[in-house]
């Protein structure tokens, strides 16, 4: 019998399997775990509304009362510090120990970062939860120009919130279009000409040797010797799966966390959904799909399989986003 779940990683994906675990009408204790003080919000909406100020904060993916009214004991600010997949137990940095039948990871990516000279001045930022959002959105008020490393879906989210704010804006792309892992050459075309016209500079086959200043960031140095001065820049070159604890914890990882087309590791009673998880694809091969909707997709398939329902769901990159 099933009486304790704990899942780890506060965001969509975690959020999404603790209300499908309710509406499936599981009854047992349900431990959500979040790294973050605030309680789970809308993680995309930190590239545009909150950004661009039409938001002050990013809107909750559920309220404070449901949590409450459902029953779901939340650790928020007490991330983990080990998983026993052996003895079935987390230990948060607190020093609290909780048991589980089942246990969903759920714990995204973290940025990746520059591997160049430069990358930790002052004046460079990552876009990954509200804390680096807010950051980002004080400094817009007292810049006039802002360098996009990196032309994804994030990279060219901020460029729009970053140019309607009234910022000067460039976008360096290493690869010969916008948005090719993620979309598509047609697509980052489209996107192209449509940043383009709202004055947004692009620059794509952009290799960057490093960036220059003594403690705030002042330029950037393309390996030609070409260089851009840059006030603010924003590192948007993707993420790596954050699969650190349950690598450690000897459950199989290759580029994220590996599961089947249910979400079950190999740890029987470990369960992977969301960015971390390296999902089967369903024209074959497998990876992590960072988008939205496989997130909740694939939450929903990992709670009907820890409740023994396995409906295998072969996953296809999805995504969205608002019209620039």
Wanted: proline share 4%.
């Amino acid at each position: 019998m099933i009486k304790s779940i704990v899942i780890v990683g506060a965001g969509l994906a975690g959020t999404t399997a603790a209300r499908a675990l309710r509406a499936r009408g599981y009854a047992g204790r349900i431990h959500l775990i979040g790294n973050e003080s605030q309680l789970p919000y809308d993680r995309p909406s930190l590239s545009k509304g909150v950004l661009g100020g039409a938001q002050e904060i990013p809107p909750l993916l559920m309220e404070a009362a449901w949590f409450e009214s459902e029953g779901i004991e939340l650790h928020l600010g007490d991330p983990v510090f080990a998983i026993n997949a052996k003895e079935r137990l987390v230990t948060l940095h607190s020093g609290l120990s909780l048991d589980f039948d089942r246990l969903l990871f759920a714990t995204g990516m973290r940025p990746r970062k520059l591997s160049i000279p430069g990358g930790n001045l002052e004046g460079v930022f990552s876009l990954r939860n509200f804390a680096d959002c807010a950051a980002l959105r004080q400094a817009f008020t007292v810049a006039k120009s802002l360098v996009i490393i990196g032309g994804g879906l994030i990279g060219c989210e901020v460029a729009t919130s970053a140019r309607k704010a009234g910022l000067e804006v460039t976008i360096l792309e290493c690869a010969d279009e916008l948005l090719t892992r993620v979309l598509g050459r047609q697509i980052g075309a489209w996107c192209r000409e449509q940043l383009e016209a709202m004055g947004v500079r692009i620059e794509l086959n952009a290799h960057i040797s490093h960036l220059s200043g003594e403690r705030s960031v002042r330029s950037l140095v393309f390996a030609d010797g070409r260089e851009v001065e840059a006030e603010l820049v924003l590192v948007s070159i993707g993420g790596d799966p954050e699969d650190t604890l349950l690598n450690a914890a000897g459950v199989a990882c290759n580029q994220g966390v590996v599961v089947d087309a249910c979400g079950q590791t190999s740890s029987p009673d470990i369960y992977a959904a969301g960015d971390v998880a390296v999902w089967p694809l369903r024209h074959g091969g497998r990876r992590a799909l960072e988008t939205y909707i496989n997130s909740q997709q694939q939450a929903e398939a990992a709670v009907a399989a820890m409740l023994g329902e396995y409906n295998p769901v072969p996953q296809v990159a999805t995504s969205w986003t608002e019209r620039l």
